[in-house]
């Protein structure tokens, strides 16, 4: 059949696989037969290509983020950011490729309920399988699972803007995405999760229900940039004290057009992010809950950008006479909107979207001004955008999951969100069990992690650095704009810039200096060898003469 025409249809092809030696109904049977592996065929290729269409537009999410980092960070760092989101998205290729996807699906497909066993003692922590992708047939699925993966990543990238190194980057992105998201994975989405809808005997009778991962991606990576931009610190200048007086400093970006238009990609990427967490679109009833999911993706979004740009525009007047109307509150509300519908966008009517979407932009100016209160500093305020909305999301499918969708998803179940059974507080109490767990498992696996990097010194950039910009410091580009002044203090850029190459000058010249140093200590050393070997009698000349070498070495090192 692999060798037959396009042009031919399914019945003149297996017509022509039949044999003439067969009876009627041998012929009968062979022809269903090869009718219903066609299907199946077809099926399956309609399914890896919704997969691989849907990753592509949530991995597209990474150049929205890019651009939202990009233009909520001064000039002088931007290509510092811009590489770092680029790290984001290797390290979690080559950290969920290696153990990742193991530890997160390990011989583990999405099914439907009861596909994880018969009885809680087949629950694992983890998976231990499809190392390297070892066995692995389904790639497409990988793709899908390692563009989440980098989401979550990505997510704390902008909390750190501006002020850390670039091995921290690298080496969180890798760590999160090869074991801290994979435990979170496996627990909640996976047959064999302890917290997971789809085994056997679920958390309650029905177990934590986390549709496309406000919980999963956005909780996990919001929880990990609060405790990264925690332990490394604030930006020089943000927050300072003037007569006891507390002052915060704000550093608006350098465009709010890259902001708009990472906010617009963002939000065309989610349709992929939610639809596509069906998985098998070729299913009558998986079809049903992604039409659903897109439409509440888009109404929750529209209704967080307005809530957000109505709340800050009537406190703005409260404080200062006069009502002003916020474009980044508008775009930070709108993602927020976006994050806290995407838990349970496929199970919530689209009245439902519009209230979660509406809450979810306070929320958002709530946590943004609870983070200034802290002395918390976040460059594009990630962690009220996915933490405190995550939050939100995960539990609001305990409050408005609707029954007819919940049996869609998991065929039996009777659950419902609190608002439609009073009386049934399980699948709410199994949210909230289930965010205790994720925020736990992030806070005490990443918090030591950013303490030890902030101990070796590997976390947060020079001071110095981090005035001139790290641009130049790491990169070695000028400043596009001469004019525009991004120093944090009342001195100018260029005597920041001055300092900062006289003191990689004064560096050069001594890592010079050392090197000339080693390199007479090693030619002395193996003079002394020769001597020793051939001249015994100026042992004790060549001695004194590396003792001296040995002494001006202590004093430089």
């Avoid at 439907?112 to 629950?123: A, F, M, Y």
């Amino acid at each position: 059949m692999s060798g037959a025409s396009s042009s031919q249809s399914t019945f003149d092809v297996c017509m022509q696989s039949l044999s003439a030696n067969l009876t009627t109904d041998e012929q009968q049977t062979e022809m269903l037969r090869c009718i219903s592996n066609t299907i199946d065929e077809t099926r399956s290729g309609v399914d890896a290509f919704y997969l691989i269409y849907a990753a592509s537009l949530v991995f597209f999410m990474q150049a929205g983020f890019a651009m939202v980092c990009a233009g909520s960070v001064r000039l002088k760092n931007l290509q510092n950011t811009m590489l770092k989101n680029l790290l984001d998205a290797c390290g979690a290729a080559l950290g969920f490729y290696t153990v990742g996807y193991a530890f997160a699906w390990g011989s583990s497909y999405p099914g439907v309920q009861g596909s994880g066993g018969t009885n809680n003692d087949d629950l694992t922590f983890a998976g231990f399988s499809n190392f390297f992708l070892s066995d692995m047939d389904r790639k497409a699925f990988w793709l899908f699972q390692f563009s989440f993966a980098a989401t979550s990543a990505t997510i704390v990238a902008g909390a750190l803007a501006e002020r850390s190194q670039m091995l921290a980057y690298l080496l969180y992105s890798t760590l999160l995405t090869a074991f801290v998201y994979p435990i979170v994975v496996h627990s909640i989405w996976t047959p064999k999760g302890f917290l997971s809808s789809f085994t056997a005997n679920p958390l309650f009778g029905i177990g934590v229900i986390d549709y496309a991962g406000s919980l999963v991606v956005h909780v996990t990576g919001g929880q990990t940039a609060l405790i990264a931009a925690y332990v490394l610190g604030a930006r020089k200048g943000r927050f300072h004290e003037i007569d006891g007086r507390r002052i915060t400093k704000d550093f608006p970006g350098h465009s709010i057009a890259l902001k708009m238009l990472g906010v617009f990609i963002l939000w065309f990427g989610w349709y992929g992010f939610n639809a596509g967490s069906v998985y098998y679109i070729t299913i009558k009833s998986n079809a049903v809950l992604a039409q659903n999911a897109v439409v509440n993706t888009t109404l929750s979004a529209a209704a967080g950008s307005i809530s957000a740009l109505l709340a800050k525009a009537w406190l703005s007047e409260r404080e200062t006479g006069e009502a002003t109307f916020s474009l980044t509150d508008a775009l930070w509300g709108c993602l927020s909107g976006l994050v806290s519908v995407t838990g349970g966008c496929s199970v919530i009517s689209s009245w439902a979207s519009i209230v979660i979407g509406f809450i979810s932009g306070l929320i958002y100016l709530w946590g943004s001004n609870v983070l200034i209160k802290l002395r918390i500093d976040d460059a594009v305020d990630a962690i009220p955008i996915h933490l405190c909305s995550g939050v939100w999301g995960a539990l609001s499918v305990g409050l408005f999951a609707v029954p007819e969708y919940i049996q869609l998803l998991h065929p039996g179940v009777t659950a419902a969100g609190w608002f439609y059974k009073i009386n049934d507080g399980r699948l709410l109490a199994c949210q909230v069990i289930g965010i205790l767990f994720v925020i736990g498992w992030v806070t005490v696996l990443m918090f030591p992690f950013f303490g030890l990097l902030h101990y070796l010194g590997w976390l947060r950039a020079d001071s110095l650095d981090e005035i001139v910009g790290l641009d130049i410091s790491y990169h070695g580009a000028n400043a596009a704009f001469p004019s525009y002044n991004t120093a944090d203090d009342s001195s100018s850029l260029d005597q920041h810039v001055a300092e900062h190459r006289q003191r990689r000058q004064q560096q050069r010249e001594e890592n010079q200096r050392r090197g000339s140093l080693r390199r007479r200590m090693l030619f002395l050393d193996l003079s002394k060898s020769d001597h020793d070997h051939r001249r015994p009698t100026r042992q004790q000349e060549g001695g004194q003469n590396i003792v001296g070498i040995e002494e001006g070495a202590n004093e430089v090192f």
